[in-house]
Antibody, heavy 124, light 106 residues
Framework: QVQLVQSGAEVKKPGASVKVSCKAS????????MHWVRQAPGQGLEWMGI????????SYAQKFQGRVTMTRDTSTSTVYMELSSLRSEDTAVYYC?????????????????WGQGTMVTVSS | EIVMTQSPATLSVSPGERATLSCRAS??????LAWYQQKPGQAPRLLIY???TRATGIPARFSGSGSGTEFTLTISSLQSEDFAVYYC????????FGQGTKVEIK
């Protein structure tokens, strides 16, 4: 079955960087776009950006431009999200998510597959 | 950026009753609207996409309606497992989410 498994929780100091991984299985990795969404404690969901695992092209939400980098490794079917210059406001659960509805690959659709989430805590 | 506004912030409902949640977009998103359910400590779960199509495995008591800028999620008869937070999301442009509606037990 289609599954996304993320890396474990991280604790970082302000100013540091964090790199979260999302390993995909159960489908053709290069056929479906991958998104990243975050959720601060007690808050709503916030879209961060998208990567095309086929060619590696990316598009980021304006809020994160210059601080986020999304990459992929096709040999391990893994996508990565790196966020730099961390501040306390970046404390959140980070999710990878994809649209796999009906097995149709579209750049824009609802997210029916989610990773389990990775808690990133930024604290001095 | 398309701003999604959900109302109410909290909805108190008794089990077996009907719940109606609203979502408004700051500009038309056509039918490119999804609803998610989220329980504490869990990832969001897709309920509805295309404004009115139930995702795989979603019970028929969940229904969605609307197009353009006004959308509604209806839960016809609330079960104990339905008490959660619900988010709407538009994907007509880069995705944005509403702030959520918490459905709590009355």
């Amino acid at each position: 079955q289609v599954q996304l498994v993320q890396s474990g929780a991280e604790v970082k100091k302000p100013g540091a960087s964090v790199k979260v991984s999302c390993k995909a299985s159960g489908y053709t990795f290069t056929s479906y776009y991958m998104h990243w969404v975050r959720q601060a404690p007690g808050q709503g969901l916030e879209w961060m950006g998208i990567i095309n695992p086929s060619g590696g092209s990316t598009s980021y939400a304006q809020k994160f431009q210059g601080r986020v980098t999304m990459t992929r490794d096709t040999s391990t079917s893994t996508v990565y999200m790196e966020l730099s210059s961390l501040r306390s406001e970046d404390t959140a659960v980070y999710y990878c998510a994809m649209a796999h509805i009906g097995g149709v690959a579209t750049i824009m659709n609802a997210f029916d597959i989610w990773g389990q989430g990775t808690m990133v805590t930024v604290s001095s | 950026e398309i701003v999604m506004t959900q109302s109410p912030a909290t909805l108190s409902v008794s089990p077996g009753e009907r719940a109606t949640l609203s979502c408004r977009a700051s500009q038309s998103v056509s039918s490119n609207l999804a609803w998610y359910q989220q329980k504490p400590g869990q990832a969001p779960r897709l309920l509805i996409y295309g404004a009115s199509t139930r995702a795989t495995g979603i019970p028929a008591r969940f229904s969605g309606s609307g197009s353009g800028t006004e959308f509604t999620l209806t839960i016809s008869s609330l079960q104990s497992e339905d008490f959660a937070v619900y988010y709407c999301q538009q994907y007509n442009n880069w995705p944005t989410f509403g702030q959520g509606t918490k459905v709590e037990i009355k």
